[in-house]
């Protein structure tokens, strides 16, 4: 992935393509979320998150795991449109 503005625009559920070995299937993608979830505990203490929604995320990097190529990688044409409304 290129610049710190192309990543933020790429959803989570993008596919990626490593430009130095090919690898379609395997990386690292660090991002940042911003959620609301309804949190229900039992009496017993024991906590079962429900109902979450992503309400802001930014993918900050996308690296092969196969070959550590940071910056070689690349989003698939096609395989995530942007939201028009964003």
Do not use: I, K
Request: with cysteine; proline share 2%; glycine share 10%.
């Amino acid at each position: 992935m290129r610049g710190a503005d192309t990543l933020a625009l790429v959803p989570a559920a993008a596919r990626y393509r490593c430009t130095s070995c090919g690898n379609l299937t395997r990386f690292d993608v660090t991002a940042t979320r911003r959620t609301r979830a309804y949190h229900h505990y039992t009496v017993g203490g024991a906590l079962s998150v429900e109902d979450e929604q992503v309400l802001d995320e930014v993918v900050e990097s996308v690296e092969c795991r196969w070959c550590g190529a940071a910056g070689q990688v690349e989003v698939l044409d096609g395989a995530v449109e942007p939201d028009a409304g964003a």
